[in-house]
């Protein structure tokens, strides 16, 4: 089993580009789960879908869109892309509520 | 809004035994999780406390008292590989929010 995939795993951007980060899951989990990770900040959640044709904001969704494309795939998209959204980006999935998140292994993201 | 409070940094010897705390303050409450990450990886699950008391896996357990909103990790026996950042969080009525995280490091 892959568990969580995500791609790419590096990437750079130049201020105002845009791109999608793929995340696809392959344990039939129902949740799925985008977060951001900075130096001393902790994992922050910007973005969640409980199931399958629902998004819901987390704690800092701004300059970030999401579409869960069906069950396995959950995308996160920088519309136009900003310096303060360099990070490392983790996708997770679980079964719901307050099962464990299984994690991808991230994508690190600069934006120049 | 939910909050949590771990400390930052955290030394120990190998073989000895660390406790990590954990403070929340949570609208709704289901449960209290750890996570380890190494540096460059990915946060792995370790434990989860819904009730009160103590859960024990392997060389690790984690201890909830809901009425003072604190939990702990405790690794004994503690090894090389165990130097990594740990991680609480918990599950509100929504979503689960993560701590800032421990870094550990063990030392000869």
């Known amino acids: 089993n892959a568990g969580v995939t995500q791609t790419p795993k590096f990437q750079v951007l130049k201020t105002g580009q845009s791109m999608t980060l793929q995340c696809a899951q392959d344990m039939n989990h129902n949740s799925m789960y985008w977060y951001r990770q900075d130096p001393g900040m902790g994992l922050r959640l910007i973005y969640y879908s409980a199931s399958e044709g629902t998004t819901d904001k987390g704690e800092v969704p701004n300059g970030y869109n999401v579409s869960r494309l069906n069950k396995r795939e959950f995308s996160l998209r920088l519309e136009s892309a900003a310096p303060s959204q360099t990070s490392v980006y983790f996708c997770a999935s679980n079964l719901g509520g307050n099962q464990p998140q299984h994690f991808g292994d991230g994508t690190r993201l600069s934006i120049l | 809004g939910q909050s949590l409070e771990q400390p930052s940094e955290v030394t120990a010897v190998e073989g000895a035994i660390v406790q990590i705390n954990c403070t929340y303050q949570t609208s709704g409450f289901y449960g209290l999780s750890w996570y380890q990450q190494h540096d460059g990886g990915a946060p792995t699950f370790l434990s989860y406390?819904?009730?009160?008391g103590l859960e024990e896996t392997g060389r690790f357990s984690s201890f909830l008292s809901r009425s003072d909103s604190y939990g702990y990790l405790l690794l004994q026996e503690l090894q090389m590989k165990d130097s990594a950042s740990y991680f609480c969080a918990v599950k509100g009525y929504q979503k689960v929010t993560f701590g800032t995280g421990t870094k550990l490091q063990v030392i000869p």
């Open positions: 406390n819904a009730l009160d």
